[in-house]
């Protein structure tokens, strides 16, 4: 089975950046969409940013502007860019692939990302 493993998250102050990495087990080719999504306790887990197979992209209206993801396909790796990072960003961060919209997803374990005031 597929495993995504995400890293890159840590501690950073506002205005800064970090990239975070979700690291694929096989090729991502096989994903039609690759996905950030972002967690807080109490909270849903929320998409934050996504990418298709054909590289297309979305992104949550709190991160447009701020957050790029993009694909390297070669090193099946998955990227999400965050600079001007808020406060309100803290969160874990969770990579998510899945081969559309109606079918579910393939987590990763999570990566930690905490910005200080």
């Known amino acids: 089975q597929v495993q995504l493993v995400e890293s890159g998250g840590g501690l950073v102050q506002a205005g800064g950046s970090l990239r975070l990495s979700c690291a694929a087990s096989g090729s991502i080719r096989r994903f039609n969409t690759m996905d950030w999504y972002r967690q807080t306790p109490g909270k849903q887990r929320e998409l934050v940013a996504g990418?298709?197979?054909?590289?297309?992209?979305n992104y949550a209206d709190s991160v447009k502007g701020r957050f790029t993801i993009f694909r390297d396909n070669p090193k099946n790796t998955v990227y999400l860019q965050m600079n001007s990072l808020k406060p309100e960003d803290t969160a874990v961060y969770y990579c998510?692939?899945?081969?559309?919209?109606?079918?579910?997803?393939?987590w990763g374990q999570g990566t930690q990302v905490t910005v200080s005031s």
């Open positions: 990418v298709t197979r054909v590289g297309m992209t």
């Open positions: 998510g692939a899945r081969n559309s919209v109606y079918e579910s997803y393939l």
